[in-house]
């Protein structure tokens, strides 16, 4: 990848593909490379082509952040560019503070989003961030997944987040904005060597003289998600021909897991915790290699909110009682996360797990064709301490039981990371 001469709008352009959204958010923290970002999009769609709005988040988390954030709203209003400031109200629990604020900013932006009726967010992360990514990545020792790096596109609640400037380097924005008399604010964090991002990036110096630049980190990404994505085919393939769901649970054929590729049934068994679970980001990869051999095994495992119960034939990757019981809901909402249960007379009911105790009062499970375990881990509807129905049980009563997502969702979703 070489900078010289390059037509960085159309670059820009060209990752939208050929369906422009109507609107297209712009993530805009006042520091260069988001910037960038916002004057590369007006010069692309400032025709009116596409609308164009922008959002700052204020972390609060250090003096001056107001400033910043009402300094950004500025450049944007002389764009003609409609902004508004978000506000992270949550203080930070203790732990990684990068990672709490990060997370609370994509919350925050793909709320604003939602709201506005805005389909796109574009994020301002370049080929230097991606080269960070990698380099921290390959610290941890991580795999083909982890070693491509950010995607370039991916669906976040609803709002589908695009990075259109992960082949662009920091210091080409820097001339672009130079160029145009644009001036952007430097966050101070940026050198603290407390964090472990600014520690790569600074060792990213030193690694320079060898070839080893941001734009040779960035291209092993651009590599490394085609070699994911040849993977997940695999894994999709695979998981057509030996999973099913069931009971919320995701069924997989021992015997057929078994002969898969060690690579294959690790990811497949990723995909299945994380849809059984609903987490974002998948376990660490030791605990899910143990994983993966318990369920090659027939053996149990818990891990990341799920369970997997090894029959004679199969493995259940199902949620783990423990991570549901004390959960709640009234009929016909949403119970933990996956699950909605209505009918019969809802009057002083509630939704809880069917827990081993309730299990009990259910004479007839073993119909059912599922393992106790993941029976216990299914939503129950209680009236105070006398269990009304249990679905998935067979103790229906006049209620049913459904997941928020179906079968076919999960196999479209083993294609969709």
């Known amino acids: 990848m070489t900078e010289a001469g390059r037509d960085i709008p159309a670059l820009v352009r060209s990752q939208f593909r050929s369906a422009l959204p109507a609107k297209l958010g712009i993530a805009l923290s006042g520091g260069g490379d988001s910037m960038a970002l916002m004057h590369l999009l007006h010069d692309c769609f400032g025709s009116g082509e596409v609308q164009l709005f922008a959002a700052t988040v204020d972390h609060g988390l250090r003096p001056g952040s107001a400033d910043e954030a009402a300094a950004a709203g500025a450049a944007a209003a002389r764009l003609g560019i409609p902004h508004e400031v978000l506000h992270w109200t949550d203080r930070p629990q203790d732990g990684n503070l990068q990672a709490q604020a990060r997370a609370a900013r994509y919350e925050l932006l793909c709320g604003w989003a939602r709201q ?3 389909p796109v967010l574009a994020l301002g992360h370049t080929a230097d961030d991606q080269a960070e990514t990698v380099l921290m990545r390959m610290a941890r020792a991580s795999g083909v997944t982890g070693l491509s790096g950010m995607a370039a596109r991916r669906t976040h609640k609803g709002v589908t987040l695009l990075r259109p400037l992960l082949d662009v380097t920091r210091s080409e924005l820097r001339r672009y904005l130079e160029a145009r008399g644009v001036d952007w604010a430097e966050d101070p964090s940026n050198e603290d060597t407390r964090f472990e991002r600014v520690r790569v990036r600074k060792a990213l110096e030193h690694l320079a003289p060898l070839g080893v630049t941001p734009e040779v980190l ?3 990404a651009r590599n490394m998600s085609k070699a994911r994505e040849a ?10 021909d030996l ?3 069931q009971a919320g649970a995701v069924v997989l054929c021992q015997r057929k897991f078994r002969t898969l590729p060690v690579e294959i049934s690790h990811r497949l068994l990723v995909r299945a915790v994380q849809w059984v679970s609903g987490a974002a980001y998948p376990p660490r990869r030791v605990p899910m290699e143990k994983a ?4 090659r095994s027939g053996s149990s495992a818990t891990l990341a909110g799920c369970r997997l119960v090894c029959t004679a034939k199969q493995v259940w990757v199902c949620r783990e009682y423990n991570a549901v019981n004390g959960v709640t809901a009234l009929p016909g909402q949403l119970w933990d996360g ?3 249960i209505f009918g019969g007379d809802a009057k002083g009911c509630e939704v809880r797990a069917l827990g081993r105790q309730g299990l009990a009062q259910c004479p007839d499970w073993r119909a059912a064709g599922v393992p106790g375990p993941v029976l216990e881990a299914t939503p129950a509807v209680w009236r105070g301490a006398r269990l009304a129905a249990a679905p998935a049980a067979g103790m229906a009563n006049g209620w049913s039981a459904e997941t928020a997502g179906s079968e076919e969702e999960f196999f479209a979703s083993l294609l969709s990371h």
């Open 116 to 118: 506005h009726g805005i």
């Open 338 to 340: 996956r699950w909605k």
């Open 231 to 240: 993977l997940d085919w695999y894994v999709f393939l695979a998981a057509r």
């Open 218 to 220: 960035a291209s092993i």
């Open 292 to 295: 993966v051999l318990a369920a």
């Open 243 to 245: 999973a099913h769901v």
